[in-house]
């Protein structure tokens, strides 16, 4: 049974950072994608980030990548997203993402439970 789990969420002040993992179990991703969506109250589901597994090749979105770095750690089957100058429009519920998947291409076919980021101001 595959699984995601992400950790690292929680609150912090506007400007701060913080830094989500995303541990998947039940089988590599090496050869697909893992990435993070974020959910706001009242919005649609908003993508982030992603990462091919083994070429390393990432994108993240155009109104983030200036503060958000995504990295992978193969051998421990881990994503990750690093998160600096934080805003309150940040704060969202934080998805991990994996499967045979792309930005603007197919849908991932594993989610994660998400994790509650909120950024005080």
């Known amino acids: 049974q595959v699984k995601l789990v992400e950790s690292g969420g929680g609150l912090v002040r506007s400007g701060g950072s913080l830094s989500l993992s995303c541990a998947a179990s039940g089988r590599s991703f090496r050869d697909d994608t893992m990435g993070w969506f974020r959910q706001a109250p009242g919005k649609e589901r908003q993508f982030v980030g992603c990462?091919?597994?083994?070429?390393?090749?990432?994108y993240i979105a155009d109104s983030m990548k200036d503060r958000f770095t995504i990295s992978i750690d193969n051998a421990k089957n881990t994503v990750y997203l690093q998160m600096n100058n934080l805003k309150p429009e940040d704060t969202a519920v934080y998805y991990c993402?994996?499967?045979?998947?792309?930005?603007?291409?197919?849908?991932?076919?594993?989610w994660g439970q998400g994790t509650q980021v909120t950024i005080s101001s």
């Open positions: 990462i091919a597994g083994s070429a390393g090749i990432r």
């Open positions: 993402a994996a499967g045979n998947w792309w930005h603007e291409r197919g849908q991932p076919d594993y």
